[in-house]
């Protein structure tokens, strides 16, 4: 059974209120879960101290018997003290992909001749 520290979430429409629950991976986010370990409250601000609140000793618990956290809660974690989490960069999927480099080549070219002609008429002018 492999079991994942995420976030599970309640509050009204518009006003999220998460619970840290350690559940069973294959349980639906709001569903069944093992235990509850903390709560997140993303309306509060940053520095509020009470916008995230963690029983520390079941977090350490729960990540050393094997628990993987999602990434969100892996940064709370993280702000805790509790692990290290690296930040992820994927440049790859950042770049343009073979369409968008087609289509900017395209107009490129296209402002090429036209600065070539915009120049030919310019010169024809003055040759007369």
């Known amino acids: 059974m492999s079991v994942k520290i995420r976030l599970s979430r309640g509050g009204a ?14 349980s639906p986010r709001d569903g069944r879960y093992i235990e509850q370990i903390g709560t997140f409250n993303p ?6 101290e009470t916008r995230v609140k963690l029983e520390l000793e ?13 990434d969100r809660v892996a940064r ?17 999927k950042s770049k343009p992909k073979k369409k968008r480099l087609e289509r900017e080549a395209a107009q490129a070219e296209k402002a090429k001749k ?10 024809e002018p003055a040759a007369e």
């Open 13 to 26: 429409k518009k006003r999220p209120y998460y619970y840290v629950v350690v559940a069973n991976t294959a």
């Open 76 to 92: 709370l974690l993280d702000a805790a003290g509790l692990m290290k989490r690296t930040a992820s960069n994927n440049p790859e």
């Open 43 to 48: 309306m509060l601000k940053k520095d509020d």
């Open 114 to 123: 036209a600065a070539e002609a915009a120049a030919a008429a310019a010169a």
């Open 58 to 70: 079941r977090c350490k618990y729960w990540l050393s018997v094997g628990a993987q956290p999602t």
